[in-house]
């Protein structure tokens, strides 16, 4: 799989409008992304950016979107969020 920056703004704004409302979660991924961009530096241009990508939304799960079943996990619920996202 390639990445690209188009993945990187995609993730960029579904964190913000998400997580933005969340206050000091917002503010931790904020700081998680900062430093994927440094650390990304070690990384070749496709891994930096989906480095930068998951840095965005790892805690997506976080987000105060309706639950859709009983279990709640931070990784299920994430991936629920991400993909009512996208249809």
Do not use: K
């Not at 990445?3 to 409302?21: G, I, K, N, R, T």
């Not at 950016?49 to 790892?58: K, S, T, V």
């Amino acid at each position: 799989m390639t990445c690209d920056e188009s993945l990187v703004h995609w993730a960029a704004e579904c964190a913000a409008s998400l997580l933005s409302p969340l206050g000091s979660r917002w503010l931790h991924v904020q700081g998680v992304v900062e430093r994927a961009w440094q650390v990304g530096e070690a990384f070749n241009e496709d891994d930096r950016c989906c480095l930068i990508a998951a840095a965005y939304l790892h805690d997506i799960g976080y987000a105060p979107a309706p639950q859709q079943t009983g279990f709640h996990p931070m990784m299920v619920r994430g991936i629920s969020v991400l993909s009512a996202m996208n249809g």
